[in-house]
């Protein structure tokens, strides 16, 4: 089986830098794309690849021999309704076209809990959180293997190793680490998780309890469909 390579996008944000961490720790082959090379020491010191990009524009260059992607970009939720746009839907849109061209294995996508209910966001996350639901919507169809997390609100406490399983109906929604959604990316590419949507909060379910069973759900019904209501 061809070794693993991962394309992390969005390696400099606060989460995808954690992301980034974590596959270096598991010594797993990382390629990172950064928009700056000013940011190229940070990943050249975890032995990573390092591809320049620009979500706005083509970037399918990155994708040159990669078996799995991680999407972690997203918009600071202050930039306006044209970075959310670009970086929120248009480009994760863009980087399922080109998982599928290129047959990549997995395709994990961070996204947020509010994609389940935009329209029940609050104004300033209203579009946010829409454009989030549109490109998860869009991933789930195009026809790559896929994972989408969608935790609630992020913290940058230290890793709590536990979560809670939410959904649309969830209202309670305990504070997640940025750190337990590192892990949770990387655990999907290692246990090879696919076509499933996972929401969750923070909690006291160990996180590796959680996905092993959601990786033995998928071995035993490896042949359903992917989720269509997201």
Same mark, same amino acid.
């Given at each position: 089986?061809?070794?693993?390579?991962?394309?992390?996008?969005?390696?400099? #944000?606060?989460? #995808?830098?954690?992301?980034?961490?974590?596959l270096h720790e598991e010594a797993i082959s990382l390629r990172a794309m950064l928009r700056k090379s000013a940011h190229k020491s940070e990943?050249?010191?975890?032995?990573?690849?390092?591809?320049?990009?620009?979500?706005?524009?083509?970037?399918?260059?990155?994708?040159?021999?990669?078996?799995?992607?991680?999407?972690?970009? #997203?918009?600071?939720?202050?930039?306006? @309704?044209?970075e959310q746009r670009a970086i929120d839907r248009d480009a994760v849109?863009?980087?399922?076209?080109?998982?599928?061209?290129?047959?990549?294995?997995?395709?994990? @996508?961070?996204?947020?809990?509010?994609?389940?209910?935009?329209?029940?966001?609050?104004?300033?996350?209203?579009?946010?959180?829409?454009?989030?639901?549109?490109?998860?919507?869009?991933?789930?169809?195009?026809g790559v293997p896929f994972a989408i997390l969608r935790p609630g609100p992020l913290s940058d406490e230290p890793a709590h190793g536990a979560i809670a399983l939410a959904d649309a109906l969830t209202t309670h929604k305990p504070q997640v680490a940025r750190a337990d959604v590192a892990r949770i990316a990387v655990q999907c590419v290692t246990l090879g998780i696919r076509?499933?949507?996972?929401?969750?909060?923070? #909690?006291?379910?160990?996180?590796?309890? @959680?996905?092993?069973?959601l990786s033995l759900q998928h071995a035993q019904h490896a042949h359903h469909a992917a989720p269509t209501s997201l």
């Amino acid at each position: 089986m061809k070794t693993l390579k991962v394309l992390l996008i969005g390696a400099h #944000g606060r989460t #995808g830098r954690l992301i980034a961490a974590r596959l270096h720790e598991e010594a797993i082959s990382l390629r990172a794309m950064l928009r700056k090379s000013a940011h190229k020491s940070e990943f050249a010191a975890m032995g990573a690849e390092i591809v320049l990009g620009d979500l706005a524009n083509d970037f399918s260059h990155a994708f040159d021999d990669i078996t799995h992607v991680i999407y972690a970009a #997203g918009s600071a939720h202050d930039e306006g @309704v044209h970075e959310q746009r670009a970086i929120d839907r248009d480009a994760v849109m863009r980087t399922a076209d080109y998982a599928k061209r290129r047959r990549v294995r997995q395709l994990v @996508v961070v996204s947020a809990l509010s994609a389940f209910y935009p329209e029940r966001s609050g104004f300033a996350f209203r579009h946010y959180s829409r454009m989030k639901r549109e490109a998860d919507a869009y991933v789930a169809r195009r026809g790559v293997p896929f994972a989408i997390l969608r935790p609630g609100p992020l913290s940058d406490e230290p890793a709590h190793g536990a979560i809670a399983l939410a959904d649309a109906l969830t209202t309670h929604k305990p504070q997640v680490a940025r750190a337990d959604v590192a892990r949770i990316a990387v655990q999907c590419v290692t246990l090879g998780i696919r076509d499933r949507l996972i929401a969750f909060v923070g #909690g006291d379910q160990p996180i590796d309890i @959680v996905l092993n069973t959601l990786s033995l759900q998928h071995a035993q019904h490896a042949h359903h469909a992917a989720p269509t209501s997201l």
